[in-house]
């Protein structure tokens, strides 16, 4: 277990908005409903990444790109450039939604994906279907790293686990839509040599729509409250949160919040300005910040669990698996569409629904619970099928109870995959990390999961191919590495503010920091003890506020911990 370190910048008050889980979730269904839109950045992911597979097989895209169709190794690439498009777009992303807000990094990387998308649906080369892949590919990063930190930067902490899961059930939508999608329009104009340009330019065409839905609704969209104050839009930070929590706005819960976020962005503020004294560029400040995630302990600590956690989700086997299912059912002696519909059909809708209970019991469980039971449950999968492999690779046909077994462990592989690290890595990024540095910190995760993606499609045809069963093996033993090092490094995070992530991942530790937050504190009128002393909402600066603006000392000490079940 790791203890806890560090204090928290807001003090030691509980801030609770409701019961933990899909009870949460029921009752707040404005914030829930944001957060189900914000994830069609999800769908467009798993969409864009599913419907290629179906594309390449169809008998009119391999008359129109002969080449393409007829060479692997160009194959590769060409689902190999989104990946890597992804990488750069989710690497450089952190600044970009820093400086236009995360709301409109959402606009940003819809209007990217819609080039790239028309790009692709419109190709009449090769080189256009590589450059709208790419192009698409960095829309992709993009929106995977800022939907999860935008929905964790919305969330009450009694649910933000849930809301930011729906990230992950997006993408399994967009991965089972793209298959179902596809073997349907394989069938415009036949199969075979008459087979209709449309059924592969629809399906390439038809991701343009919820990109477009999207991209509409970021108007309406509200800021995330922590963006509007690190810019000192207080007044608009204020409305924001009273918007989303959906509760008086004379609430002393409101005005905790509030000044939670607010002492997190002053000291952050106050530390970068001693730090970095006199330097005024931005780029310069974003390198610099950078370079902090990997010097400074704390933030290097944070920094490793969560790119850990995107190598591992990888190395667990998620695309061997899938890659592998169609030579496992076909070895069991299913043949044609059999074969698509329990390979990837089947394990879309599995995928799907797996996800489902992370989201409604997530906050409840803990992330590191629902780690250790996933880990537990995909390394048992990999032991039986790569077992099974190991002993009947070369007799399936007389042994077809084997086969079918190997099956049903691939599709439960799948099932705790999907309730556990397929989403908790995109949750605990966007968590950990201080204001100044967390969208930097977010993108270099996410980033770090398209490079070990791009690795890991690279290596398993080589593994599959030179040491069949031992791949599995291979896979196995991250899995046992994930239930280790969860155990014993991996700190909870469930139902913590995000201002109080230094509590367990320590920082704010030192004699100068702790003198700062102290004096924090009593500007802003935080006790020590168990309230807020009486905010106010009136203009008038408080002696020392950062921002200026809603700040005031007087009156009683509100209590602010509302126990709900």
Known sequence: ??????????????LSYGPAGYKGLIREPYIFSLACFASIGGVLFGYDQGVISGVLVMNNFGKQFPLLANNATLQGWMVAVLTLGAMFGALVNGPIADRISRRWDLLLANIVFLIGSIIQAAAINIPMIFIGR???????????????????????????????ALQQLGITVGIMVAFWLDYGTQHIG????????????????????????????????????RWLMSKGREEETLQTLIRLRRVDPADPRIRLELLEIKAACIFDREVIEAKFPGITSRFILATKQYKELLVVRHLNRRLVIACLLQVIQQFTGINAIIYYAP??????????????????GVVGVINFFSTIPAIMFLDRWGRRKVLIIGAIGM?????????????????????????WTAAV????????????????????????FPPGVRSKAVGVAISTNWLSNFIVALIVPRMLKSITFGTFYFFLVFCVILIVWVYFCVPETKGLPIEEMDKIFGGNQGVEDMARIADIRRRLG???????????????????????????????????SHHET
């Open 1 to 14: 277990m790791v203890a806890a370190a560090g204090i928290a910048i807001a003090g030691d008050q509980e």
């Open 134 to 164: 790419f192009i698409a590919g960095l829309a992709i990063g993009q929106l995977s790293m800022v939907v999860p930190l935008y929905l964790g930067e919305l969330a009450p902490p009694n649910i933000r686990g849930s809301l930011i």
């Open 190 to 225: 036949g199969t075979g040599d008459g087979q209709s340009p449309v059924a592969w330019r629809f399906p390439l065409a038809l991701q343009c729509l919820p990109s477009l839905i999207l991209a509409g609704g970021t108007f309406f969209l509200p800021y995330s409250p």
């Open 327 to 344: 030579q496992i059912f076909k070895a069991i002696g299913l043949t044609g569409n059999s074969i698509d519909l329990l390979a990837t």
């Open 379 to 403: 390394g048992i999968s990999q032991l039986i099928v790569g077992t099974l492999y190991a002993v009947y690779q070369h007799s399936w046909l007389e042994h077809r109870a084997a086969g």
């Open 409 to 432: 462990f691939i599709w439960i592989y799948i099932s705790n995959f999907a309730f556990s690290i397929g989403c908790v890595n995109w949750i605990m990024p966007s968590e950990m």
């Open 526 to 560: 935080i006790t020590i003890g168990d309230g807020v002393e009486g905010y106010s909402g009136d203009k008038g600066s408080h002696e020392g506020s950062e921002f200026g603006e809603h700040g005031g000392a007087e009156g009683k000490t509100a209590q602010v």
